[in-house]
């Protein structure tokens, strides 16, 4: 786990200030689910921060896109089953891959601690800044964690993900990391959301090995179009 770039114990007009030079325009807005409402941080104009990254890179070479910026039909879908999950009082929950951290901000609203990890510093300081915003930052801690090689050293009762079995490449230590994390004893839970286009199923053949999966459909309409999204929930065998 690398020194972070941002320092992200600074007050918040300094952070937002930080969000503001590296990506122009931002603004909060609402995410609703349940009775409920977050404040979530948002790029303004995507394709004019786009514009200037590719502007920026130098022939041949990629071009880092912001995928943690945006909310996915995956996050709404696990966030609508959170929200209605009894969760014990004194749980431990990670988030990892979290991105702006809409989930691990829902489960820190409803008095849960919380360790919202990923990858990419510029989410954790959307992650940061939202949870300031929210007055969840007693309940939300922010790390930033590679989960296909760091160990955080100590186990939590649920484990979160959307859209984290994109690549390959990272199937065979995501299964490593959700055994290393999760708590050994109990009822500990991974609940992991994702595209349906998406399957991962060599991801969820390595898996079955150490927990017993169950998994379930929803539609959700994104921009007027229906998109399906799987949801798996994960119990050590």
């Not at 999760?182 to 199923?201: H, I, N, P, T, W």
Request: aromatic share 10%.
């Amino acid at each position: 786990m690398a020194d972070m770039k941002y320092d992200l114990g600074q007050p918040f007009e300094a952070l937002m200030d930080l969000a503001r030079k590296k990506f122009g325009e931002v603004r909060f807005e609402p995410f609703h689910f349940g009775g409920g409402e977050l404040e979530v941080l948002q790029i303004v104009d995507m394709p004019k921060y786009i514009d200037k990254l590719v502007s920026r890179t130098r022939s041949g070479k990629s071009v880092d896109l912001p995928l943690w910026a945006k909310i996915w039909p995956s996050c709404m879908v696990l966030g609508a089953m959170l929200d209605k999950y009894p969760f014990p009082e004194n749980a431990k929950v990670i988030e990892i891959g979290a991105g702006c951290a809409v989930n691990g901000l829902l489960l820190a609203r409803r008095g849960l601690d919380v360790v919202v990890t990923d990858v990419d510093e510029d989410a954790l300081l959307f992650s940061r800044i939202n949870a300031l915003k929210n007055g969840l930052d007693n309940k939300l801690t922010v790390r930033r964690v590679d989960f296909t090689r760091d160990s955080l050293g100590e186990r939590f009762d649920y484990i979160l993900g959307c859209e984290v079995v994109y690549t390959e490449a990272a199937y065979e230590p995501l299964v490593g990391f959700l055994d290393d994390h999760l708590a050994s004893a109990g009822a500990g839970e991974v609940f992991l959301a994702l595209d349906g286009k998406r399957q991962a199923r060599r991801f969820f053949q390595l898996a079955s090995d150490r927990f017993a999966m169950m998994r379930t459909a929803a539609n959700i309409k994104d921009k007027g179009e229906s998109r399906e999204v799987l949801l798996f929930r994960l119990r050590r065998k």
